[in-house]
């Protein structure tokens, strides 16, 4: 008589498990950057009032030696979120201000407490370009793009 398989075998059920387990250790570190990336873009979003702020500034001429209460935004602290402690804005010349973006709770010690910091560029005549400054301390893999 002939027995027909019923199941899987010992080996096969293995091999499965081997390959769900390296899926999963690809997978998991991809993924917990991802939320971090996630998190940090709240940045961005805190930051806009304080850019526009700077460019308003620039166009009065004013731009030089400003700060968050002469560019008429709330104090540096008051602008926060769940994962921004604070935002700081300044004129550093009369054509460049920079943005100060302190971050917490992320979960990651490649963010938590460090900065990113916005530069506003602006040419007379033409527009203001904001770019990522390298003086930011997060993590380069985590930074948002602009």
Do not use: H, R, W
């Amino acid at each position: 008589m002939k027995k027909t398989q019923t199941g899987f075998t010992l080996i096969e059920l293995m091999i499965v498990v081997a390959i769900i387990g390296i899926l999963a250790a690809v997978a998991l570190p991809a993924y917990q950057d991802y939320t971090v990336k996630s998190k940090v873009s709240e940045a961005a979003s805190l930051s806009l009032g304080a850019k526009t702020a700077l460019t308003v500034a620039f166009n009065d001429g004013t731009l030089n030696g400003a700060d968050n209460t002469s560019l008429g935004l709330a104090a540096a602290n008051s602008i926060n979120g769940k994962y921004v402690t604070s935002v700081t804005a300044a004129g550093t010349s009369a054509t460049v201000g920079t943005i100060t973006i302190v971050m917490q709770g992320t979960g990651s010690s490649d963010v938590d407490g460090k900065n990113i910091v916005y530069k506003v560029t602006c040419t007379v005549g033409g527009s203001c370009i904001t770019t990522v400054d390298a003086a930011s301390s997060v993590a380069t893999k985590f930074l948002p793009k602009t």
